[in-house]
T-cell receptor, first 114, second 115 residues
Protein backbone atom coordinates (compact mmCIF):
# COMPACT_ATOMS: atom_id res chain seq x y z
CA UNK A 1 0.00 0.00 0.00
CA UNK A 2 0.85 3.67 -0.08
CA UNK A 3 3.26 5.15 2.47
CA UNK A 4 3.62 8.90 2.98
CA UNK A 5 6.47 10.48 4.92
CA UNK A 6 6.33 14.10 6.03
CA UNK A 7 9.06 16.46 7.29
CA UNK A 8 9.65 18.33 9.45
CA UNK A 9 7.45 17.30 12.37
CA UNK A 10 7.70 20.79 13.86
CA UNK A 11 8.52 24.08 12.19
CA UNK A 12 8.90 27.48 13.80
CA UNK A 13 9.19 30.62 11.68
CA UNK A 14 9.05 34.33 12.22
CA UNK A 15 6.00 36.21 11.00
CA UNK A 16 6.52 37.23 7.38
CA UNK A 17 8.98 34.44 6.62
CA UNK A 18 8.25 31.49 4.35
CA UNK A 19 7.51 27.94 5.49
CA UNK A 20 8.12 24.78 3.50
CA UNK A 21 6.82 21.31 4.35
CA UNK A 22 7.91 18.28 2.35
CA UNK A 23 6.32 14.89 1.73
CA UNK A 24 7.39 11.78 -0.11
CA UNK A 25 5.17 8.92 -1.25
CA UNK A 26 5.87 5.36 -2.28
CA UNK A 27 3.15 4.35 -4.75
CA UNK A 28 3.88 5.58 -8.25
CA UNK A 29 0.19 5.06 -9.12
CA UNK A 30 -0.89 7.85 -6.74
CA UNK A 31 -2.24 10.80 -8.67
CA UNK A 32 -3.90 13.12 -6.17
CA UNK A 33 -2.11 15.07 -3.41
CA UNK A 34 -4.10 17.30 -1.05
CA UNK A 35 -2.89 19.37 1.88
CA UNK A 36 -4.98 19.91 5.00
CA UNK A 37 -4.71 22.38 7.85
CA UNK A 38 -5.98 21.29 11.25
CA UNK A 39 -6.46 23.64 14.15
CA UNK A 40 -6.69 22.32 17.68
CA UNK A 41 -9.95 20.48 18.35
CA UNK A 42 -11.22 20.89 14.78
CA UNK A 43 -11.46 18.77 11.67
CA UNK A 44 -8.90 19.07 8.85
CA UNK A 45 -9.54 21.83 6.33
CA UNK A 46 -8.50 21.40 2.69
CA UNK A 47 -6.20 24.28 1.77
CA UNK A 48 -4.82 23.20 -1.60
CA UNK A 49 -4.48 20.11 -3.73
CA UNK A 50 -2.65 19.04 -6.85
CA UNK A 51 -3.15 16.30 -9.40
CA UNK A 52 -0.43 14.45 -11.22
CA UNK A 53 -0.98 16.19 -14.54
CA UNK A 54 0.46 19.46 -13.19
CA UNK A 55 3.74 20.32 -11.47
CA UNK A 56 2.75 23.38 -9.48
CA UNK A 57 -0.36 25.09 -8.20
CA UNK A 58 -0.70 28.39 -6.38
CA UNK A 59 -3.46 30.03 -4.39
CA UNK A 60 -2.51 33.43 -2.96
CA UNK A 61 0.14 32.78 -0.28
CA UNK A 62 0.00 29.00 -0.63
CA UNK A 63 1.63 26.89 -3.31
CA UNK A 64 2.21 23.19 -3.85
CA UNK A 65 4.83 21.61 -6.09
CA UNK A 66 4.89 18.02 -7.31
CA UNK A 67 7.79 15.99 -8.64
CA UNK A 68 6.37 12.69 -9.87
CA UNK A 69 9.73 11.32 -10.92
CA UNK A 70 11.15 11.73 -7.42
CA UNK A 71 7.76 11.02 -5.80
CA UNK A 72 7.73 14.03 -3.59
CA UNK A 73 5.57 17.11 -3.15
CA UNK A 74 5.88 20.22 -1.04
CA UNK A 75 3.74 22.92 0.52
CA UNK A 76 5.02 26.48 0.44
CA UNK A 77 3.50 29.24 2.56
CA UNK A 78 4.80 32.75 1.97
CA UNK A 79 4.43 35.82 4.18
CA UNK A 80 3.39 33.69 7.12
CA UNK A 81 0.95 35.10 9.66
CA UNK A 82 0.13 34.01 13.24
CA UNK A 83 -3.16 32.52 12.02
CA UNK A 84 -1.17 30.11 9.87
CA UNK A 85 -0.11 28.35 13.09
CA UNK A 86 -1.66 24.86 13.00
CA UNK A 87 -0.89 21.25 12.12
CA UNK A 88 -0.54 20.58 8.40
CA UNK A 89 -1.06 17.15 6.87
CA UNK A 90 -0.13 16.01 3.40
CA UNK A 91 -1.89 13.07 1.80
CA UNK A 92 -1.71 10.94 -1.32
CA UNK A 93 -4.13 8.71 -3.15
CA UNK A 94 -4.98 7.00 -6.38
CA UNK A 95 -8.63 6.92 -7.33
CA UNK A 96 -10.08 3.47 -6.83
CA UNK A 97 -13.56 2.13 -7.32
CA UNK A 98 -14.32 2.91 -3.71
CA UNK A 99 -13.58 6.61 -3.86
CA UNK A 100 -10.56 8.65 -3.00
CA UNK A 101 -8.88 6.72 -0.17
CA UNK A 102 -6.22 8.99 1.32
CA UNK A 103 -2.98 8.02 3.03
CA UNK A 104 -1.84 10.78 5.36
CA UNK A 105 1.57 11.95 6.43
CA UNK A 106 2.37 12.26 10.12
CA UNK A 107 1.75 15.99 10.27
CA UNK A 108 3.80 19.16 10.77
CA UNK A 109 3.18 21.52 13.69
CA UNK A 110 3.77 25.00 12.28
CA UNK A 111 4.26 27.85 14.71
CA UNK A 112 4.45 31.40 13.42
CA UNK A 113 6.06 33.66 15.98
CA UNK A 114 5.56 37.40 16.24
CA UNK B 1 -19.61 25.18 -0.63
CA UNK B 2 -18.45 21.68 0.37
CA UNK B 3 -19.58 21.74 3.99
CA UNK B 4 -19.63 18.60 6.11
CA UNK B 5 -21.28 18.56 9.52
CA UNK B 6 -21.00 16.12 12.41
CA UNK B 7 -23.27 15.63 15.35
CA UNK B 8 -22.72 15.60 18.23
CA UNK B 9 -19.51 17.59 18.53
CA UNK B 10 -18.84 16.19 21.97
CA UNK B 11 -20.28 13.25 23.89
CA UNK B 12 -19.59 11.72 27.26
CA UNK B 13 -21.05 8.31 28.01
CA UNK B 14 -20.78 5.50 30.49
CA UNK B 15 -18.92 2.31 29.74
CA UNK B 16 -21.13 -0.27 28.06
CA UNK B 17 -23.46 2.15 26.30
CA UNK B 18 -23.67 2.79 22.56
CA UNK B 19 -23.07 6.11 20.88
CA UNK B 20 -24.18 7.21 17.42
CA UNK B 21 -22.35 9.89 15.45
CA UNK B 22 -23.90 11.46 12.35
CA UNK B 23 -22.01 12.83 9.38
CA UNK B 24 -23.80 14.94 6.78
CA UNK B 25 -22.68 16.58 3.57
CA UNK B 26 -24.75 19.77 3.54
CA UNK B 27 -24.35 21.11 0.01
CA UNK B 28 -23.23 18.17 -2.09
CA UNK B 29 -23.92 14.49 -2.51
CA UNK B 30 -21.37 11.89 -1.50
CA UNK B 31 -21.55 8.29 -2.60
CA UNK B 32 -18.50 7.63 -0.45
CA UNK B 33 -17.80 8.80 3.08
CA UNK B 34 -14.90 7.91 5.32
CA UNK B 35 -14.53 7.54 9.08
CA UNK B 36 -11.26 8.34 10.84
CA UNK B 37 -9.99 8.17 14.36
CA UNK B 38 -7.37 10.53 15.69
CA UNK B 39 -5.39 10.30 18.92
CA UNK B 40 -3.77 13.39 20.47
CA UNK B 41 -0.82 14.71 18.47
CA UNK B 42 -1.16 11.94 15.90
CA UNK B 43 -2.25 11.65 12.31
CA UNK B 44 -5.62 10.49 11.07
CA UNK B 45 -6.22 6.75 11.06
CA UNK B 46 -8.75 5.49 8.53
CA UNK B 47 -11.28 3.18 10.13
CA UNK B 48 -13.64 2.42 7.29
CA UNK B 49 -14.98 3.45 3.91
CA UNK B 50 -18.73 3.92 3.72
CA UNK B 51 -20.51 3.56 0.39
CA UNK B 52 -24.12 4.58 -0.07
CA UNK B 53 -26.41 1.59 -0.25
CA UNK B 54 -23.77 -1.04 0.47
CA UNK B 55 -21.78 -2.44 3.35
CA UNK B 56 -18.85 -0.49 4.69
CA UNK B 57 -15.29 -1.61 4.06
CA UNK B 58 -13.25 -1.75 7.25
CA UNK B 59 -9.51 -1.31 7.59
CA UNK B 60 -7.45 -4.10 9.03
CA UNK B 61 -7.73 -4.25 12.80
CA UNK B 62 -11.01 -2.34 13.04
CA UNK B 63 -13.83 -4.40 14.54
CA UNK B 64 -16.88 -4.11 12.28
CA UNK B 65 -19.23 -5.36 15.01
CA UNK B 66 -18.02 -2.68 17.37
CA UNK B 67 -18.02 0.21 14.93
CA UNK B 68 -21.26 -0.05 12.98
CA UNK B 69 -21.46 2.13 9.90
CA UNK B 70 -24.58 2.93 7.90
CA UNK B 71 -24.67 5.07 4.76
CA UNK B 72 -28.40 5.38 4.21
CA UNK B 73 -28.43 8.28 1.75
CA UNK B 74 -26.13 10.34 -0.45
CA UNK B 75 -25.78 12.94 2.32
CA UNK B 76 -25.75 10.94 5.54
CA UNK B 77 -23.49 8.34 7.12
CA UNK B 78 -23.60 7.23 10.75
CA UNK B 79 -21.03 5.59 12.99
CA UNK B 80 -22.27 3.73 16.06
CA UNK B 81 -19.74 2.78 18.70
CA UNK B 82 -21.33 -0.21 20.43
CA UNK B 83 -20.66 -1.20 24.03
CA UNK B 84 -18.19 1.63 24.40
CA UNK B 85 -15.21 1.29 26.72
CA UNK B 86 -12.69 3.87 27.95
CA UNK B 87 -10.18 2.80 25.30
CA UNK B 88 -12.69 3.92 22.65
CA UNK B 89 -12.31 7.49 23.84
CA UNK B 90 -10.95 9.46 20.92
CA UNK B 91 -11.60 12.14 18.30
CA UNK B 92 -13.72 10.70 15.49
CA UNK B 93 -13.78 12.54 12.17
CA UNK B 94 -15.76 11.84 9.03
CA UNK B 95 -15.13 13.01 5.50
CA UNK B 96 -17.19 13.06 2.35
CA UNK B 97 -15.90 12.46 -1.15
CA UNK B 98 -17.25 15.06 -3.56
CA UNK B 99 -17.65 14.14 -7.19
CA UNK B 100 -16.42 15.16 -9.70
CA UNK B 101 -12.79 15.35 -8.71
CA UNK B 102 -12.97 13.02 -5.72
CA UNK B 103 -12.10 15.87 -3.36
CA UNK B 104 -12.45 14.87 0.27
CA UNK B 105 -13.96 17.32 2.76
CA UNK B 106 -13.86 16.75 6.49
CA UNK B 107 -16.36 17.31 9.24
CA UNK B 108 -15.48 19.17 12.46
CA UNK B 109 -15.03 15.96 14.45
CA UNK B 110 -16.68 14.38 17.49
CA UNK B 111 -14.88 14.11 20.80
CA UNK B 112 -15.97 10.88 22.52
CA UNK B 113 -15.18 10.32 26.18
CA UNK B 114 -16.16 7.02 27.75
CA UNK B 115 -16.16 6.96 31.54
Amino acid sequence: GENVEQHPSTLSVQEGDSAVIKCTYSDSASNYFPWYKQELGKGPQLIIDIRSNVGEKKDQRIAVTLNKTAKHFSLHITETQPEDSAVYFCAASGVTGGGNKLTFGTGTQLKVEL
Amino acid sequence: GAVVSQHPSRVICKSGTSVKIECRSLDFQATTMFWYRQFPKQSLMLMATSNEGSKATYEQGVEKDKFLINHASLTLSTLTVTSAHPEDSSFYICSADRIPGHTQYFGPGTRLTVL
